[in-house]
């Protein structure tokens, strides 16, 4: 089986498995999309160990600056500089994404990004704002740090059974030949 082959099965049979998951037991704990996010995230940032750990603490380091602008967005208004508020808070905390880049866990800036963009994109199309403090499920920081969190390892899960799914048909595939 080819590399691209097992990653294709891999990706599709946990992937599945990740969609059931989220929304039967893990309904209202975890959220699909942000999994599948993490998990992309996993591969584009090298796809071994060191990938999962800059995953997971990219995006929820992402998540949380994110937090930060929005409660400050969401609880300090500047009613007469109108939108150009919201504009500043936002130009601040991505500077805050990037400039970690220097330390190892957050240099993927990719991930810190995805984690930014998937507590504003949920919180505000969800209409969350008011759950920012909760201290439940209902908080989109709660959601997206435990999708990020299961997403990347779930990318890890997928990664480790395209190795094996590939390296299992070549040696079935090696053994064919020799038998003949």
């Known amino acids: ?23 039967g ?12 996010i993490a998990a992309g995230c996993f591969f584009a940032a090298g796809g071994d160990t060191k990938a999962l750990s800059k995953t997971i603490v990219g995006m929820i380091y992402g998540a949380i600056v994110a937090w930060v602008a929005l409660m400050i967005i969401s609880r300090v208004p ?62 989109p920081l709660f959601l997206i740090v435990v999708s990020a969190i299961l997403g990347a390892v779930l990318g890890y899960l997928m990664g480790q059974l395209a190795g094996v799914l590939k390296s ?5 595939d090696t053994t064919a030949r020799s038998n003949t």
């Open 25 to 36: 037991p893990l309904g209202g704990f975890a959220l699909v999309w942000v999994g599948f």
């Open 168 to 172: 299992r048909v070549v040696q079935t």
């Open 78 to 139: 500047v009613p007469a500089l109108g939108t150009v508020w919201p504009a500043i808070v936002v130009g601040v905390t991505v500077f805050c994404l990037v400039i970690v880049a220097s330390t190892d866990l957050l240099s993927c800036v990719p991930a810190n990004v995805y984690g930014y963009a998937a507590l504003v994109g949920y919180t505000l199309s969800a209409g969350k704002l008011n759950a920012l403090t909760a201290g439940d499920n209902s908080n």
């Open 1 to 23: 089986m080819t590399e691209l082959l097992a990653l294709s099965v891999s990706v599709a049979v946990l992937g599945g498995i990740w969609a059931f998951i989220a929304l």
